[in-house]
């Protein structure tokens, strides 16, 4: 994020405040005349139409035609050129890195992936920078920059992954890194945390309130509060996954016993399956598969699984008073038998009257919402706009569900 300066503004950085004013304020209505938005940011006409004419030729902004007029002449409409700019998403939160070059209203233009392979360290540092190298090349529109949701405790504002037990990662700056290396402006973000913001801006109903808890390889939860994503002090809100839930149960990657990842993610659903019944259940598919047609004993480990993850879900509950709770990641394609177990011990494990009016509920972004989060927080830096700025686009982009 950029640093604020003390002292007086320059003449260039003033031009660049009224520009993202401008640009955040067209990109937010849509549609709007040149007064419009002189009402709307309290510049002058002259500065207005000054910035716009900037815009028209950088192509970031276009004249759709005319409005419907007030008594004069009927003023000419401008709209941000969604193609105008490309920018890069990532998602480093599973098993797979998922990268994708998104527009401007945050439609996905096209994606890749690259299996991880259980690599962690520098191999999987070599994949991120192969992943951003080939989308850069995809594209031929000019970037924006590049915005990163990956697993682990993620110091935002240096763009550092301060710890990602999964990929054994420790202090890697990995912001910087790719911003040197590609010379476009970084974002870094907790994985759960982009969901979070994903499901505000982008998953319909938009609360004040609201918390993410993503269920995969790995398990944390993002926590949106009054409309703006909760960090924490030292960025680890929600970071739940490595909490405590069984003092003496399995060793966990992080060294230490019986963290909710250890019940409740894919890994400890398949380590348990293939134990119980060895080589049946190769994978999270057949898992899934096998629960939906009723495996009596994969409905067993996935219920018991379901619960534990219920009981961490009735924590946050208990802590925030949240009342409402969107569940997203693979294990959320076991679908609604593995909900209801979820919802259940939830409503079970805290004061009724804090869980009676929760609801908990499936996302409905499906596997963009990390992308979508890590774009939504790009576009909020670089183009300065709010994310109640940021449109609604469940209905544009034809979600499913
Ligand atoms: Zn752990």
């Given at each position: 994020?950029?640093?604020?300066?003390a002292?007086k503004?320059t003449?260039?950085e003033t031009?660049?405040h009224?520009?993202?004013l401008v640009l955040?304020?067209?990109?937010a209505?849509?549609?709007i005349?040149r007064?419009?938005?002189a009402r709307?940011?309290?510049?002058?006409?002259?500065?207005?139409?000054?910035?716009?004419?900037?815009?028209?030729?950088?192509?970031?902004v276009?004249e759709?035609?005319r409005?419907?007029?007030?008594g004069?002449?009927?003023?000419?409409?401008l709209e941000?050129a969604?193609d105008?700019?490309h920018l890069?998403g990532?998602?480093l939160?599973?098993?797979?890195?998922?990268?994708?070059?998104?527009?401007?209203r945050g439609?996905i233009?096209?994606s890749?992936?690259?299996?991880?392979d259980?690599?962690d360290?520098d191999?999987?540092?070599?994949?991120v920078f192969?992943l951003?190298?080939q989308?850069?090349a995809?594209?031929?529109?000019?970037l924006?920059g590049?915005?990163?949701g990956?697993a682990?405790l993620?110091?935002?504002?240096?763009?550092?992954?301060?710890?990602?037990?999964?990929?054994d990662w420790?202090?890697v700056?990995?912001g910087?890194?790719?911003?040197?290396r590609t010379g476009?402006?970084?974002?870094?973000?907790?994985?759960?945390?982009?969901?979070?913001?994903?499901?505000?801006?982008?998953?319909g109903?938009?609360t004040?309130?609201?918390?993410v808890?993503?269920?995969g390889?790995?398990?944390?939860?993002?926590?949106?509060?009054d409309?703006?994503?909760?960090?924490?002090?030292?960025f680890?809100?929600?970071e739940?996954g490595?909490?405590?839930?069984?003092p003496d149960?399995e060793?966990?990657?992080?060294g230490?016993?019986?963290?909710l990842?250890?019940?409740?993610?894919?890994?400890?659903?398949l380590?348990r399956?293939?134990?119980?019944s060895?080589g049946?259940?190769?994978?999270?598919g057949?898992?899934?598969a096998a629960?939906?047609?009723?495996?009596?004993?994969?409905?067993?480990?996935?219920?018991e699984?379901?619960?534990?993850?219920?009981?961490?879900?009735a924590w946050?509950v208990?802590?925030?008073?949240?009342?409402?709770v969107?569940?997203?990641?693979s294990?959320a394609g076991?679908?609604p038998?593995?909900?209801?177990?979820?919802?259940?011990a939830?409503?079970?494990?805290a004061l009724p009257?804090?869980t009676?009016?929760?609801?908990?509920?499936?996302?409905?972004?499906?596997?963009?919402?990390?992308?979508?989060?890590?774009s939504?927080?790009?576009?909020?830096g670089?183009?300065?706009?709010?994310?109640?700025?940021?449109?609604?686009?469940?209905a544009?982009?034809e979600l499913?569900?």
């Amino acid at each position: 994020m950029p640093v604020q300066r003390a002292g007086k503004a320059t003449h260039q950085e003033t031009r660049a405040h009224n520009e993202q004013l401008v640009l955040g304020t067209i990109y937010a209505a849509g549609q709007i005349s040149r007064a419009e938005v002189a009402r709307q940011t309290g510049l002058t006409r002259t500065t207005v139409s000054d910035v716009v004419n900037g815009l028209l030729r950088e192509r970031l902004v276009l004249e759709i035609g005319r409005g419907p007029s007030t008594g004069g002449k009927a003023p000419i409409l401008l709209e941000v050129a969604n193609d105008a700019r490309h920018l890069i998403g990532l998602d480093l939160g599973d098993k797979v890195f998922r990268g994708a070059i998104v527009d401007l209203r945050g439609s996905i233009v096209r994606s890749v992936e690259v299996a991880v392979d259980d690599r962690d360290g520098d191999d999987a540092l070599d994949r991120v920078f192969g992943l951003v190298d080939q989308l850069v090349a995809a594209t031929d529109r000019p970037l924006l920059g590049i915005g990163i949701g990956t697993a682990g405790l993620i110091d935002t504002p240096r763009g550092t992954v301060l710890e990602a037990v999964n990929l054994d990662w420790r202090d890697v700056p990995i912001g910087p890194l790719l911003a040197e290396r590609t010379g476009l402006p970084v974002y870094v973000v907790n994985d759960s945390q982009a969901t979070a913001l994903a499901e505000h801006v982008f998953g319909g109903a938009r609360t004040p309130n609201l918390v993410v808890v993503k269920v995969g390889y790995g398990i944390g939860a993002g926590v949106i509060l009054d409309g703006r994503l909760f960090h924490g002090d030292g960025f680890g809100a929600g970071e739940i996954g490595h909490s405590t839930i069984r003092p003496d149960g399995e060793l966990c990657r992080c060294g230490r016993r019986g963290c909710l990842e250890t019940v409740a993610s894919s890994r400890a659903i398949l380590d348990r399956l293939a134990a119980l019944s060895p080589g049946r259940i190769t994978g999270l598919g057949a898992a899934i598969a096998a629960f939906r047609a009723g495996d009596v004993v994969v409905r067993t480990v996935v219920g018991e699984a379901a619960r534990e993850l219920g009981l961490g879900v009735a924590w946050l509950v208990g802590a925030l008073n949240v009342r409402r709770v969107v569940l997203v990641g693979s294990v959320a394609g076991f679908g609604p038998g593995w909900l209801e177990e979820v919802a259940g011990a939830m409503r079970g494990g805290a004061l009724p009257l804090l869980t009676n009016e929760t609801t908990v509920e499936i996302g409905r972004l499906h596997d963009d919402g990390v992308i979508l989060g890590a774009s939504a927080l790009l576009m909020t830096g670089e183009l300065g706009l709010s994310l109640a700025g940021l449109p609604d686009l469940a209905a544009a982009m034809e979600l499913a569900g």
